[in-house]
């Protein structure tokens, strides 16, 4: 499917930042009743998503081909753009680029980072085809996550730097990557997660496999910590979730467990997961819900409370959070079907508003906060799969 896989592209366009285009939208749904329904939303067609904060339109089926077919560079990749949104009005705007250098094992690669400036700052995509993924550190340093390990890139000199060293302990990198191993390759770090001070990453390795062979080994946690360079293992499993200042949660299939970085004391957050529970960490709060219930939980001293409850018509699928506790919340209308529908909760005082976003013919394919009073939602046709976007002001 096209658009899933357009998702993640990121684009080498040589336009420069003031080439804009206004993109054809119509206002729809400015609702008397707002305590029920969304304020006003823009509807038009094509795929957007948020990225760094940024609204970023994909390329439609055609204008890929279009561009490809044109292209005089073998494997090129289609120009993103940057949307925004001027009195109900969007206009896009082709990315710029850079290319860097990365000195890695004795080779010298060459990555193009596609970035916006707004404001007199550059804002860079997070994600180029997945072939890297990059995290904002501060101002101008980034963790730079490509070819399984982890790098510093400062965007101020464009100077790469490797975060990790090539020996902890027992482990040494340049002696496991002649380990042979059919069904994984090495990682030596991946999906880092910064804390919220900048100066202790938390990041995944199966290096603890490829030195034992044993396979609860293969997606271990670490941290690393700057102000003093020491890596330590953390937990044998389990999936990183954030920060809350010196405590990292982590999930497991059946718990969430913080592990104090200072104290090495660990707390089980959330007990008994059941297989139709999810929890998500936004901010200082964890998020747990099933089919048809939502938790706000406090996970200091554990207090929860139902921040919602009922029949909407359908199964939980995803919920997102934005920093002031609103929610928004992907129903899956019925289990045999596709359709789905949208809805916001505001999690302190319980306030439910409608989306618009749930015709027939239609599935709502993402949803994402742009910031805490705007919603992107991405619909594709059943039949069709042309995909249809929401610009909502909550």
Not at 29 to 58: C, H
Not at 240 to 269: A, C, E, R, Y
Not at 281 to 288: A, F, G, Q
Not at 351 to 372: A, M, N, Q, R
Request: hydrophobic share 35%.
């Amino acid at each position: 499917m096209f658009l899933l896989l357009s998702l993640f592209l990121v684009g080498c366009g040589q336009k420069e930042q003031n080439n804009r285009k206004v993109i054809s939208s119509s206002i729809e749904n400015e609702n008397v009743d707002a305590s029920n329904v969304m304020s006003k939303t823009v509807e038009f067609d094509g795929s957007l998503y948020v990225d760094s904060g940024l609204v970023i339109k994909n390329p439609s089926k055609q204008e890929a081909e279009q561009y490809i077919n044109n292209s005089e560079v073998s494997n090129p990749l289609y120009p993103l753009k940057v949307v925004e949104k001027t009195n109900d009005v969007l206009e896009e705007t082709v990315l710029s680029n850079k290319t860097i250098q990365i000195n890695y094992n004795g080779v010298i690669s060459e990555i193009t980072l596609s970035y916006y400036k707004k404001n007199g700052q550059q804002i860079f995509l997070t994600d180029n085809r997945s072939n890297y993924h990059l995290t904002k550190r501060n101002q101008n340093q980034y963790i730079l996550e490509w070819a399984e390990n982890l790098f510093n890139l400062d965007v101020s000199t464009w100077q790469v730097s490797q975060v990790l060293s090539d020996e902890v302990g027992v482990y040494k990198r340049l002696d496991l990557l002649k380990v042979k191993k059919e069904e994984q390759i090495l990682q030596w770090g991946t999906i880092p997660c910064i804390n919220q001070a900048g100066d202790i990453i938390a990041f995944n390795s199966n290096r603890g496999y490829f030195y034992s062979e044993d396979r609860n080994a293969s997606g271990e946690i670490w941290v690393k910590n700057f102000n003093n360079s020491e890596e330590k293992l953390i937990d044998s499993s389990g999936l990183i979730m954030g920060w809350i200042n010196d405590d990292l949660f982590l999930k497991s299939p059946d718990q969430v467990i913080s592990v104090n970085i200072i104290t090495g004391i660990s707390h089980v957050v959330v007990p008994d997961l059941s297989p139709l529970e999810s929890v998500v960490l936004v901010d200082d709060s964890l998020i747990k819900y099933d089919n048809n219930r939502i938790y706000l939980i406090n996970p200091f001293d554990l207090s929860q409370k139902i921040i919602w409850s009922g029949n909407s018509g359908g199964n939980i699928a995803n919920v997102i959070i934005n920093s002031k506790k609103e929610i928004a919340v992907l129903f899956q209308q019925n289990r045999t079907e596709s359709r789905n529908k949208l809805i916001l909760v505001n999690s302190v005082t319980g306030e439910i508003k409608d989306t618009p976003v749930s015709d027939d013919g239609f599935i709502i394919y993402s949803v994402s906060w742009l910031d805490d009073g705007s919603l992107i939602a991405v619909t594709e046709d059943v039949l069709s799969q042309n995909p249809k976007s929401y610009w909502i002001e909550t």
